[in-house]
């Protein structure tokens, strides 16, 4: 069955068949799935009384496995955004009770952030839901399917620049 990008690809064969236009078969249902899965996780984590960006700190925070928390810097690299930003996820995220700053025990001019004992419940609580949102998301792609999409995927990224986090 034709999709979007199989028509806008198929246009443009008509009007410039000298033009290879076959990257956007990749790049426009890349493009596409972006917009599909960001408004799909974003409308479940709403539902759960969340922005995704909170889910994000905080799955990063239960993540790390690491009791004492982990320092803005090491939050800011895992998420990608500027250090004002953290900072400022950090304050909305210590308002709601989910994280809070502590001392950095090996430098005193240093904080970590760590997880509450409410930020840890609501961790918990919604990681679960999230994968069996995600499930739902996949269920048209067999075992298989996975399997062939999941190394593909990761070549097309690290060709790219996205490197495994330190």
Do not use: C, Y
Not at 47 to 69: H, I, K, Y
Not at 73 to 90: E, F, H, P, V
Request: net charge neutral; proline share 5%; hydrophobic share 40%.
């Amino acid at each position: 069955m034709p999709d979007a990008v199989d028509q806008i690809t198929a246009a443009w064969r008509q009007q410039r068949p000298d033009v290879d236009t076959s990257p956007m078969e990749i790049f426009g249902r890349i493009a596409r799935l972006g917009r599909i899965v960001d408004r799909e996780l974003s409308d479940f984590f709403r539902g759960q009384g969340l922005e995704r960006w909170e889910f994000d700190v905080l799955a990063t925070l239960r993540r790390s496995g690491n009791e004492s928390g982990l320092s803005a810097g090491a939050l800011n690299k895992a998420a990608m955004i500027t250090s004002g930003a953290i900072t400022n996820r950090i304050d909305r995220l210590t308002a709601k009770g989910w994280v809070q700053r502590v001392p950095d025990p090996n430098d005193r001019r240093a904080i970590r952030v760590h997880l509450t004992d409410a930020g840890r419940a609501l961790i918990d609580r919604i990681l679960p839901l999230h994968m069996k949102n995600e499930q739902r998301l996949l269920a048209d792609l067999t075992p298989a399917d996975r399997e062939t999409l999941i190394p593909l995927l990761r070549k097309f990224a690290e060709s790219l620049g996205d490197l495994a986090l330190d």
